[in-house]
């Protein structure tokens, strides 16, 4: 899992709600992403972090927001979930001149 | 067109096939090509990395990229049940992270492996 930790694995919540995730690493990476993976869409690139409050958007992004206060922490944030955001989501890691390391994911079902 | 296309399979072979996988994309700016393999409920593992064209080979697995055909392509020799999962390629215009190390992934090949 390249020290990589996702937390919950599993979670299930009501529509309208708001969800954070967690990816912690032991690594001191600087650069951090979040995906999303669906049938037939495979893996798409959420938001990523270039370093302690420093974030981007990737193609998929309308609805996320991030946050990064420590180099170890980078956390996603669907701030009132829709069904559409029923995914599995991975975290992963950039090691240097290396490509990426993904989590094991957490499960996510918006009801 | 999509940037990268990859034949969803399912692929079926007996144990001790060779199996080939195989990925075409249309974006020329792509340098750094990677197989990934996923488990069922696990995240993508690095299987392979190359970069430009070329041949790479670890073990009984060899990746190759032919950039003048924007096709690359994943060869397993004596494919065991162990090697059941979804193959995932991937490939990024560059390697230093942040925006130049953005990956744009295929929707991934089932592969399953008989005994």
């Known amino acids: 899992d390249a020290g990589i930790t996702q937390s919950p694995r599993h979670k299930v919540t009501e529509t309208g709600t708001p969800v954070t995730l967690r990816c912690h690493q032991t690594?001191?990476?600087?650069?951090m992403y979040w995906y999303r993976q669906d049938p037939g869409h495979g893996l798409r690139l959420i938001h990523y972090?270039?370093?302690?409050?420093?974030?981007d958007k990737g193609e998929v992004s309308d609805g996320y927001s991030v946050s990064r206060s420590k180099t170890e922490d980078f956390l996603l944030t669907l701030e009132s979930a829709t069904s559409s955001q029923t995914s599995v989501y991975f975290c992963?890691?950039?090691?240097?001149?290396?490509?990426?390391?993904f989590g094991n994911g957490t499960r996510l079902t918006v009801t | 067109q999509k940037e990268v296309e990859q034949d969803p399979g399912p692929l079926s072979v007996p144990e001790g096939a060779i199996v080939s996988l195989n990925c075409t994309y249309s974006?020329?700016?792509?340098?750094?090509f990677m197989w990934y393999r996923q488990y069922s409920r696990k995240g993508p593992e690095l299987l392979m990395y190359?970069?430009?064209?070329g041949n790479k080979e670890d073990g009984r697995f060899t990746a190759q990229v032919d950039k003048s055909s924007k096709y690359i392509s994943l060869f397993i020799r004596d494919s065991q049940p162990s090697d059941s999962a979804t193959y995932l390629c991937?490939?990024?215009?560059?390697?230093?992270?942040?925006?130049?190390?953005?990956?744009?992934f295929g929707k991934g090949t089932l592969l399953t492996v008989n005994p």
């Open positions: 991937a490939m990024s215009a560059g390697n230093s992270g942040g925006s130049n190390y953005k990956l744009t």
């Open positions: 972090s270039y370093g302690v409050k420093d974030t």
């Open positions: 690594e001191n990476h600087r650069y």
């Open positions: 974006n020329s700016a792509f340098q750094y």
């Open positions: 992963a890691i950039a090691p240097y001149n290396s490509p990426l390391h």
């Open positions: 190359t970069y430009s064209s």
